[in-house]
């Protein structure tokens, strides 16, 4: 079984992290640009996590056979620095244009405030610009208001809904989003957000249409594993292989293929060869290289 986790922050793991995920049957992740606990002060910062999320961090996890790929976008929280968010959205269009870019995300609210709103409706302008689907956060407090008012600024930005995820959903905010045309992205993580046992519910209630796995993976108490073992859990609870296939690869594959920059095709096996470089620097560290 192969597997797809389109929501994981990679540069907050390790390449033990990368071994594991490969041994699990992911042949292919989506990063997110996100908070990484330490708000940013200059926009020089946020350039340079940038670029390492189109460069080193593809780089790397190609040396252990995954294919990389990303979202570009203002997070919410560090969207309420008005000054530092007004100079990243002077640079964000150059990243859109980007190889390896799929989205914009992710975008939308932490404190619904008047600033996340105005960076959340300028970012869907710059996706629709740009071609691009859009990767929305849903709050982790007033989880319901925050969707409800997420799902408002879709509808009034006039994008596809078929273009837009809204993730972190839970039980009580997916029935919202599955009255709209979105995608459904849902969160598994340990003691919070969902669980595989949770998930595997929502899946037998609604079914499998635009719904979307992920472990949003970061610097906190996570598990980049979660995909592989919301599989082994719907198996359990009796879906088949291609059900499984369908909901943990072909859709957020097909989700981010709106980007016109990945495809199921584009998956296939990478050559992996580590004693490549990057910029003269190693991902390895004491480990014996593989190579052809």
């Known amino acids: 079984m192969q597997y797809f986790d389109p929501h994981i922050h990679m540069l907050s ?23 990484q606990g330490q708000p940013r002060t200059h926009a020089g910062t946020f350039l340079d996590y940038f670029d390492s999320l189109v460069g080193w961090e593809r780089f790397r ?16 929280k560090e969207a309420n620095n008005v000054p530092l968010a007004e100079a990243v959205m002077e640079a964000l269009p150059r990243y859109c244009e980007k190889d390896g870019v799929v989205a914009v995300g992710e975008i939308g609210y932490d404190d619904m405030t008047a600033a996340e709103e105005r960076f959340f409706t300028a970012q869907m302008r710059l996706a629709m610009d740009h071609d691009l689907p859009v990767l929305i956060h849903t709050p982790h407090r007033d989880k319901k208001r925050g969707t409800e008012r997420s799902i408002a600024i879709v509808r009034e930005s006039g994008i596809d809904e078929e273009r837009v995820i809204i993730d972190h959903l839970n039980e009580q905010t997916l029935p919202l989003v599955m009255e709209t045309g979105c995608w459904r992205g849902h969160s598994i993580y340990p003691h919070t ?13 609604y079914g499998t249409e635009k719904m979307v796995v ?16 919301t599989g082994r ?6 879906f088949d ?11 957020p594959v097909d989700f981010y293929a709106m980007s016109g920059r990945i495809s199921r095709e584009d ?16 991902v390895l560290r004491g480990q014996t290289p593989v190579v052809p």
């Open 13 to 35: 793991r390790t390449t033990d992290d990368y071994e594991h995920m490969a041994a699990a049957g992911i042949i292919g992740v989506v990063e997110p640009a996100f908070w």
């Open 267 to 282: 998956l296939g096996p990478i050559s992996v060869d580590q004693t490549r470089l990057w910029e003269d620097n190693s």
């Open 241 to 251: 292989e291609a059900t499984i296939e369908k909901v943990l690869f072909h859709n």
């Open 233 to 238: 859990a719907m198996a359990a609870a009796g």
């Open 214 to 229: 992920n472990s949003a993976a970061d610097w906190g108490r996570s598990d980049p594993l979660k995909v592989p073992k």
């Open 193 to 205: 957000k969902m669980s595989e046992e949770r998930m595997v519910a929502l899946l037998q209630r």
């Open 61 to 76: 996890a190609s040396q252990f056979g995954i294919h990389h790929y990303c979202t570009m976008g203002i997070n919410p």
